[in-house]
């Protein structure tokens, strides 16, 4: 598969933060005075892609929406103290590695839909930063991840990148930005469209092979 640039969701795709998220959230939410509203791993997963506006209201739908900005904010610094103090390795299987291999001949980029600070945090807890040429999140921008992909897309002036997500969401981001979507079917979706699909990380060492 012909690329000149490889751009990589986050969650679901290189690493799984929901478990410790999810705790760090319901402590947050606690906090903020929502008492016997547990957020979990599970709920994270279905929502993890979205823009994080959605996903506020989409679990805090009976607060207004100063209100679940408030909450929201909250949980942002509890999950970033949390995956600051987090030791386990909660990267999939072969990430760190096929990245630097990838990096050997493509550049990598990043586009996501979480808060500022998110992907840089990712970066240096994983000790990929030399790896990434460049990144795009809605917390920057405020766009949508289809405007993000665009967006990273021209600044870099690629012509024929691949976005590699594991969402419908992923897919349709893809789509709007024009950009052919693989499929990371170990992460938290189900995509029935794409140009490429795969299982584990390592595949992306085969698709890529013959360039």
Do not use: H
Not at 6 to 18: A, E, K, M
């Amino acid at each position: 598969m012909y690329t000149d640039g490889i751009i990589f969701d986050v969650d679901g795709t290189l690493w799984d933060s929901t478990p410790i998220v999810a705790e760090a959230w319901t402590q947050a939410v606690l906090e903020c005075g929502i008492k016997d509203r547990i957020v979990t791993a599970g709920e994270l997963k279905q929502l993890f892609g979205k823009t994080m506006s959605v996903i506020a209201a989409s679990l805090f739908p009976e607060a207004s929406k100063e209100v679940q900005e408030i909450i929201l904010e909250k949980c942002c610094v509890y999950e970033e103290e949390a995956l600051e103090e987090n030791q386990q390795d909660i990267c999939y299987p072969d990430v760190r590695e096929v990245i630097k291999q990838l990096a050997k001949t493509y550049d990598l980029y990043i586009v996501s839909n979480c808060q500022c600070g998110y992907i840089e945090q990712f970066l240096r807890k994983t000790q990929l930063e030399a790896y990434i040429k460049d990144i795009e999140c809605f917390g920057n921008t405020g766009k949508n991840k289809g405007e993000n992909i665009r967006l990273l897309v021209k600044r870099n002036s690629l012509k024929a990148p691949v976005y590699i997500g594991d969402t419908k969401g992923d897919c349709d981001a893809s789509k709007e930005a024009g950009v052919p979507f693989i499929f990371a079917s170990y992460g938290f979706g189900n995509v029935t469209e794409y140009a490429a699909k795969i299982g584990e990380m390592k595949d992306l060492l085969t698709l890529f092979s013959g360039q």
